[in-house]
């Protein structure tokens, strides 16, 4: 089982960029899925997670207002539209699936992606 992440890149700040998740091997359509970054001086902090069925999300406060998470179910795929990006974006991006209630805590995530890196220039 394995989640893909992608659409990382190198942007100028202000930019845009659309991550996607699309998980292989099964179905994620019933977990709740989240993401998360992590820098080299920084613990991997919660960005956004969204529910199986999307009727509810949930950001960090450095994010809200200007990430957006989504999901397709009939494509078995996350997206984070970050708009706005500031230098201190920059990290690399997980995506992982929880079948929790609690979505802000990494450690009740079951299955992770690779990652993808986000660099904002300034």
């Known amino acids: 089982v394995q989640l893909q992440a992608s659409g990382g890149g190198l942007v100028q700040a202000g930019d845009s960029l659309r991550l996607s998740c699309a998980p292989s091997g099964r179905t994620f359509n019933t977990y709740t899925m989240g993401w998360f970054r992590q820098t080299p001086a920084k613990e991997r902090e919660f960005v956004a997670a969204?529910?199986?069925?999307?009727?509810?999300?949930f950001y960090s406060d450095s994010v809200k207002g200007r990430f957006t998470i989504s999901r397709d179910n009939a494509k078995n795929t996350v997206y984070l539209q970050m708009n706005s990006l500031k230098p201190e974006d920059t990290a690399v991006y997980y995506c992982?699936?929880?079948?929790?209630?609690?979505?802000?805590?990494?450690?009740?995530?079951?299955?992770w992606g690779q990652g993808t890196q986000v660099t904002v220039s300034s």
């Open positions: 992982a699936a929880t079948s929790s209630n609690v979505v802000s805590r990494q450690n009740v995530y079951d299955y």
């Open positions: 969204i529910t199986w069925r999307g009727g509810s999300t």
